[in-house]
């Protein structure tokens, strides 16, 4: 279904690990930023129509009690945002090696039509059992 490979960039490939490492950087410095300045947070819209939180409720407070180094807190919060962070950060350690040390990359590729259904509906699925557990904390 999935094969997983390790090879060089070829000539005009797009080079994804500094793509990624610089945008999840950015993203990552501006929420450091917005949160030393002490701007107001975000309003949940969904939650001010509905009264109900919405799938992605607690990831800004997620976000800042991770990078307060409260982890436990962090996963309280929303778990699918803590475990999001997580895979971010290894992506971002895995992308600065890869890129100064000019080593091969990793490549995944979907080998069977359906590979991409899985992953679509696990992702849906995660998605569905974390917000279960937001409206449940609520």
């Known amino acids: 279904m999935m094969r997983l490979s390790w090879r060089h960039l070829r000539p005009g490939e797009l080079d994804h690990e500094l793509i990624w490492l610089l945008v999840s950087g950015a993203a990552g410095l501006l929420g450091a930023a917005w949160l030393a300045l002490r701007l107001p947070w975000p309003r949940c819209t969904f939650l001010a129509v509905t009264g109900l939180p919405c799938l992605t409720c607690g990831a800004t407070r997620s976000a800042a009690a991770f990078l ?17 962070i997580c895979a971010v950060v290894l992506f971002d350690v895995y992308a600065l090696l890869v ?10 590729s979907l080998t069977h039509p359906r590979a991409g259904r899985a992953v679509a509906g696990t992702v849906i699925v995660l998605a569905l059992l974390n917000w279960g557990y937001v409206l449940l904390r609520s």
């Open 99 to 108: 890129l100064l040390t000019r080593a091969p990359r990793l490549r995944v």
């Open 68 to 84: 307060q180094g409260d982890l436990a807190l962090a996963w309280q919060w929303n778990p699918l945002v803590f475990l999001g």
